[in-house]
């Protein structure tokens, strides 16, 4: 759709991706020969590799285009009096909570 992001747009074909590995769990398989059963899993793990790898494209992707969203923020809890603070900051704060 033209309306739609490209994260969106990427969720949406890693779950049909995932959708298809049904495929190769959905066999009958008491009356598999055993290089059958063998390949079907060969498969399924392809699959499941090419999606993880197209997750983790656009994971960098966007950790790359929110970084530089934040460029010129400064941590309010370590380094400065802005409102962001970094991941690192966060978790420390919630590890003192708890």
């Known amino acids: 759709m033209l309306h739609e992001s490209q994260e969106l747009t990427s969720l949406?074909?890693?779950r049909h991706q995932l959708t298809g590995a049904w495929e190769?769990?959905?066999?009958?398989?008491?009356?598999l020969d055993v290089s059958v059963l063998l390949e079907s899993i060969r498969q399924l793990s392809t699959l499941i590799n090419v999606v993880v790898d197209k997750i983790?494209?656009?994971?960098?992707?966007l950790e790359k285009r929110d970084s530089n969203i934040f460029s010129e923020h400064t941590c309010s809890s370590c380094e400065g009096d802005k409102i962001y603070v970094c991941n690192d900051c966060l978790t420390q704060m919630?590890?003192?909570i708890c």
């Open 24 to 31: 190769y769990t959905e066999l009958e398989i008491d009356d």
């Open 12 to 14: 949406r074909n890693a």
């Open 94 to 96: 919630a590890k003192e």
């Open 56 to 61: 983790d494209t656009e994971v960098s992707r």
